[in-house]
């Protein structure tokens, strides 16, 4: 814990608000990444977590820091670590997003907390967005945003965690630098772990370009709503491993009353990110 700790909790009740229209091309365009079910047409479900191809709001170049995002002390709390990561989230659906809609977007910070671990210094900030038409929540999100410090030589890896045994269901992911580039594109995502090799491996320590958490989670939420019966009333999910541009991934699913069970894994095996998705 540092002196920062009261001026960066001093961010916690922060608001703002956005507006947009979910416009009809995003979502086609998505769909060129995952290609499943007929072309979306106006008037159609937003697909879960596809939420994140609207709401853009670009900084100018001259704002952004070191690694793409805009720099932090806006909206944000001004935190003073490096790495930023996409840690996890949490969505509840109590009603329906639908293409060709204009919607707000009401935000607020929820929690700042700094810590200590193995790697050094750790601050999480948690996010809550609205997602309302008329005044009424159709989707909330709680986004969990992890920064930290730079790898230190010859730090050693976090052991890797296990990922379950028994599943149903079983699809492979390909991923690409172009499936990453046209991520990317149409999140607005500067971030650049997803497109500098070199900024990767030399600054952030990691060994090819990683594969967008964010993406991953709708790979899992697709892939649940596919294989499962209901409406899906909730999503949760937890990044536990990175995953990287360079080779297939498996994703994975178990069903039992309501409750569908998804993961995704490391070509080597180890869970890469776990989520929950509970349908009607």
Same mark, same amino acid.
């Not at 596809?50 to 002390?73: E, I, M, S």
């Not at 991953?216 to 909730?234: H, I, N, P, V, Y």
């Not at 993961?263 to 990110?273: Q, R, S, V, Y």
């Given at each position: 814990?540092?002196?920062?700790?009261?001026?960066?909790?001093?961010?916690?009740?922060?608001?703002?608000? $956005?507006?947009?229209?979910?416009? *009809?091309?995003?979502a086609?365009?998505?769909?060129?990444?995952?290609?499943?079910g007929? #072309?979306?047409?106006?008037g159609d479900?937003?697909?879960?977590?596809?939420?994140?191809?609207?709401?853009?709001?670009?900084?100018?170049?001259?704002?952004?820091?070191?690694?793409g995002?805009?720099?932090?002390?806006?909206?944000?709390?001004?935190?003073?670590?490096?790495?930023?990561?996409?840690?996890?989230?949490r969505?509840?659906f109590?009603?329906?997003?639908?293409?060709?809609?204009a919607?707000?977007?009401? &935000?607020?910070? *929820?929690?700042v907390?700094q810590?200590e671990?193995? &790697?050094?210094?750790?601050?999480?900030?948690?996010?809550?967005h609205?997602?309302?038409?008329?005044?009424?929540? =159709?989707?909330?999100?709680?986004?969990?945003?992890?920064?930290r410090?730079?790898?230190?030589?010859?730090?050693?890896?976090?052991?890797?965690?296990?990922?379950?045994?028994?599943?149903?269901?079983?699809?492979?992911?390909? #991923?690409?630098?172009v499936?990453?580039?046209?991520?990317? $594109?149409?999140?607005?995502?500067?971030?650049?772990?997803?497109?500098?090799?070199?900024?990767?491996?030399?600054?952030?320590?990691y060994?090819?370009?990683?594969?967008?958490?964010?993406?991953?989670?709708?790979?899992? $939420?697709?892939?649940?709503?596919?294989?499962?019966?209901?409406?899906?009333?909730?999503? &949760?999910?937890?990044?536990?491993?990175?995953?990287f541009?360079? $080779?297939?991934?498996?994703?994975?699913?178990?069903?039992?009353?309501? =409750?569908?069970?998804a993961?995704?894994?490391?070509?080597?095996?180890?869970?890469?990110?776990k989520?929950?998705a509970?349908?009607?």
């Amino acid at each position: 814990m540092t002196d920062t700790a009261p001026a960066l909790e001093s961010w916690v009740g922060r608001t703002e608000t $956005a507006e947009d229209t979910l416009d *009809l091309r995003p979502a086609r365009l998505m769909q060129s990444i995952l290609p499943h079910g007929a #072309p979306l047409q106006t008037g159609d479900v937003l697909p879960p977590l596809w939420n994140w191809l609207y709401f853009h709001q670009p900084a100018p170049l001259d704002q952004l820091g070191r690694d793409g995002h805009p720099k932090k002390g806006g909206f944000l709390p001004p935190v003073d670590l490096p790495r930023r990561m996409w840690a996890g989230g949490r969505f509840e659906f109590p009603g329906d997003l639908r293409i060709g809609e204009a919607v707000q977007k009401r &935000s607020e910070i *929820l929690k700042v907390a700094q810590k200590e671990g193995r &790697s050094g210094r750790l601050c999480f900030v948690t996010v809550e967005h609205r997602y309302l038409q008329g005044g009424e929540t =159709l989707w909330r999100e709680e986004h969990d945003i992890v920064y930290r410090e730079d790898p230190a030589p010859g730090q050693p890896k976090p052991a890797p965690a296990p990922a379950p045994e028994m599943f149903t269901e079983q699809e492979v992911v390909q #991923p690409s630098i172009v499936m990453l580039f046209r991520y990317s $594109a149409l999140t607005f995502n500067g971030h650049r772990i997803h497109y500098d090799r070199p900024y990767c491996r030399e600054v952030e320590g990691y060994p090819d370009l990683v594969f967008h958490g964010p993406l991953t989670a709708t790979f899992l $939420a697709d892939f649940s709503r596919r294989k499962s019966e209901g409406r899906m009333e909730s999503f &949760s999910f937890r990044a536990m491993s990175p995953l990287f541009d360079t $080779a297939d991934f498996g994703i994975y699913l178990s069903r039992n009353d309501g =409750l569908t069970e998804a993961w995704a894994c490391t070509p080597e095996g180890h869970l890469a990110m776990k989520a929950e998705a509970r349908f009607s």
